[in-house]
């Protein structure tokens, strides 16, 4: 191999943006560019010798091996380090070219997608299964056992609806992440929570649960109406559900001294959560109880709704709790329109 021909086949792995290996065929002459060297984690200054040193994961050397032997192009993913890497090998006349792509954001968001779906069919799979039971026993008992009618038909009622919260937070989960640029506009967050609280009212009144609220008169954000009222919905809404009788539930709001924040705090003296399971509670369908989540209509989504919609607008959501004793959530958005804002 001549010195002209290795600095031709440098300049020509250089030249490609994606991380790039160019190898002799014999194995021994390669050429290797920064972003292969960081994708592959070969470390800086460690000099590959040979194309084993650089090529050490077994499926990357066997699919080597394999063009050389076919000529046929291949694809491949492989692990490596933390990284998931789409490889490319492929002949390039007597040399072997080795593209690597950088496909780990991909491969989680894939990830999720699938985890999603499966979730998803999961919890719809659970009441529909019910509602057929429950349609079969009813068509059994209405001729043999009439009495029974009234106490199925409300179970089917209580199935039905169990599958009608679903849908809501299901579509306010997609809305949220399929939207394009966001379209911020001036929103007064204290009316608005006051309105949400409001709301609330007859069900904290039945489930024996006080309301304190305590908000400025005006505080405008740049913000979306619908998403700011499902974030104070969900919390409010847990903040009651997960409480006992007697208990209460306040929510706060204030501007920050920066002048650059406001914080919305929904605070309860509920039944708490344990410290073990405060890392988990804002995944998708994740319930710390999932029988008391049922039986109350929940759906294991309204926290990471809230998530979403908070990180959306360039907020944050923290959670403190205790158990036994109550729960705060503590959501901080910006009074200016986030550079983060998508
Ligand atoms: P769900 O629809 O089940 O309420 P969320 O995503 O809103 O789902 O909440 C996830 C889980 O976190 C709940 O199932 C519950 O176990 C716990 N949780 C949420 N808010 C509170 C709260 N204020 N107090 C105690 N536990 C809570």
Same mark, same amino acid.
């Given at each position: 191999?001549?010195a002209?021909?290795?600095?031709?086949?440098r300049e020509?792995?250089?030249?490609?943006?994606q991380?790039a290996?160019?190898?002799?065929d014999?194995?021994?002459?390669?050429a290797?560019?920064?972003?292969?060297r960081e994708?592959?984690?070969?470390p800086?200054?460690?000099?590959?010798?040979?194309?084993?040193?650089?090529?050490?994961?077994?499926?990357l050397?066997e699919?080597?091996?394999?063009?050389?032997?076919?000529?046929q192009p291949?694809?491949?993913?492989?692990?490596?380090?933390?990284?998931?890497l789409r490889?490319?090998?492929?002949?390039l006349?007597?040399?072997?070219?080795v593209?690597?792509t950088?496909?780990?954001?991909e491969?989680r968001?894939?990830e999720?997608r699938?985890?999603?779906?499966?979730?998803?069919?999961?919890?719809?799979?659970?009441p529909?299964t019910?509602?057929?039971a429950l349609a079969?026993a009813?068509?059994?008992?209405?001729?043999?056992?009439?009495?029974?009618?009234?106490?199925?038909?409300g179970?089917?009622?209580?199935?039905a609806?169990?599958?009608?919260?679903?849908?809501?937070d299901?579509?306010?989960?997609?809305?949220?992440?399929?939207?394009?640029?966001?379209?911020?506009?001036?929103?007064?967050?204290?009316?608005?929570?006051?309105?949400?609280?409001a709301?609330?009212?007859?069900?904290?009144?039945?489930?024996?649960? =006080?309301?304190?609220?305590?908000?400025?008169?005006?505080v405008?954000?740049?913000?979306i109406v619908?998403?700011?009222?499902?974030?104070?919905?969900?919390?409010?809404?847990?903040a009651?559900?997960y409480?006992?009788a007697?208990?209460t539930?306040?929510?706060?709001?204030r501007?920050?001294d920066d002048?650059?924040?406001v914080?919305l705090?929904?605070?309860?003296t509920?039944?708490g959560?344990a410290?073990?399971?405060?890392?988990?509670?804002?995944e998708?369908?994740?319930r710390?109880?999932?029988?008391?989540?049922?039986?109350?209509g929940?759906?294991g989504?309204?926290?990471?709704?809230?998530r979403?919609?908070?990180?959306?607008?360039? =907020?944050s959501?923290?959670?403190?709790?205790?158990?036994?004793? =109550?729960?705060s959530?503590t959501?901080?958005?910006?009074?200016v329109r986030?550079?983060?804002?998508?």
């Open positions: 191999m001549t002209r021909h290795r600095s031709r086949r020509l792995v250089e030249s490609i943006a991380g290996v160019l190898l002799s014999d194995g021994q002459g390669f290797i560019n920064e972003a292969a994708l592959l984690a070969i800086e200054g460690a000099r590959a010798r040979t194309a084993e040193d650089v090529l050490t994961h077994p499926a050397a699919a080597v091996d394999d063009v050389l032997d076919t000529a291949v694809t491949l993913e492989i692990d490596r380090a933390e990284a998931r490889v490319n090998v492929s002949m006349r007597d040399e072997v070219l593209l690597i950088d496909r780990t954001e491969h968001v894939d999720l699938r985890d999603f779906v499966v979730n998803a069919s999961h919890e719809l799979k659970t529909v019910s509602i057929q079969e009813l068509s059994v008992v209405c001729h043999e056992q009439p009495e029974r009618v009234p106490e199925l038909v179970q089917l009622g209580d199935e609806a169990r599958l009608a919260a679903l849908v809501p299901l579509l306010d989960l997609r809305r949220l992440e399929e939207r394009g640029p966001l379209e911020l506009a001036s929103v007064d967050l204290a009316e608005l929570v006051r309105r949400v609280v709301n609330q009212i007859d069900r904290a009144e039945d489930l024996e649960v =006080g309301l304190v609220v305590d908000v400025p008169s005006e405008e954000i740049p913000g619908g998403d700011l009222q499902v974030v104070v919905r969900n919390l409010v809404r847990n009651l559900t409480n006992r007697g208990g539930v306040e929510v706060r709001l501007t920050l002048d650059d924040t914080e705090v929904v605070a309860d509920g039944v959560i410290s073990s399971e405060l890392p988990r509670i804002f998708r369908f994740y710390v109880d999932p029988a008391r989540s049922r039986a109350t929940g759906t989504l309204g926290l990471s709704i809230v979403h919609a908070v990180e959306n607008l360039g =907020g959501v923290e959670v403190a709790s205790q158990l036994g004793d =109550g729960t959530f959501v901080r958005l910006p009074t986030p550079a983060t804002a998508r």
